[in-house]
């Protein structure tokens, strides 16, 4: 008896607040929404994020691209110095800028998302062009890149770390 009387009370308060849940008389029901939600509308934000960077640099437009990053983003290039801060990155890409024009390309290989950081490896080929006439540099290698959510929901990046898979020439002997 006892058993049944439990099951009929949690029965009775489950209808209550299925039914305070729902639309009130008169209501519009709450409207279903299209796409994507939780962690694949974090990836698809993160990618649209990507596409742009690589947009940004491919256009040599230094602004774009420093738009998207971090106030206190850090880039580590290889066989440089790291790069600390949004106007050291402005300073580091608007030196490219002027002496390449660059042709970008960038594979996502995967995307972890864990609350509001998210890490995106890529594989990228790219053709630096000297402005002054001369050989392209082309290189091709694998990218590294942290972004962090900001408080309106975008993401912006705030780590960087990229290397060529093309291995340095061989040093003479000594």
Same mark, same amino acid.
């Given at each position: ?9 949690v029965?009775?308060?489950? &209808? ?11 209501q519009?029901?709450?409207?279903? #929404?299209?796409g ?9 934000a ?19 691209? #420093?738009?998207?990053?971090m106030? +206190? ?9 790291? #790069? ?5 990155? %402005?300073? &580091?890409?608007?030196? +490219? ?8 390309? !960038? ?12 890490? #995106? ?27 962090? %959510?900001q408080? !309106? ?5 705030? %780590?960087?770390?990229?290397?060529? !898979? ?9």
């Open positions: 008896m006892r058993c049944s009387t439990i099951l009929l009370g029965s009775g308060l489950s &209808f209550v607040l299925l039914s305070a849940c729902g639309p009130q008389a008169g519009q029901p709450e409207p279903v #929404v299209d994507p939600t939780g962690a694949e509308a974090d990836v698809a993160i990618t649209r994020v990507n596409v742009e960077l690589i947009e940004a640099f491919n256009a040599g437009d230094v602004s774009a691209a #420093v738009a998207l990053v106030d +206190d983003a850090v880039d580590l290039p290889p066989q440089r110095p790291a #790069v600390i801060g949004k106007e050291a990155i %402005r300073e &580091f890409l608007q030196s +490219d800028v002027d002496q390449f024009t660059m042709d970008f390309a !960038d594979e996502i290989v995967e995307v972890e998302v864990a609350g509001d950081l998210a890490v #995106v490896w890529t594989n990228y080929t790219v053709t630096l062009a000297p402005k002054g006439g001369g050989e392209p540099i082309k290189s091709k290698g694998k990218w590294l890149k942290v972004l962090k %959510r408080s !309106d929901g975008s993401w912006k990046f705030s %780590r960087n770390i990229w290397n060529s !898979d093309i291995p340095p020439p061989e040093r003479p002997a000594s």
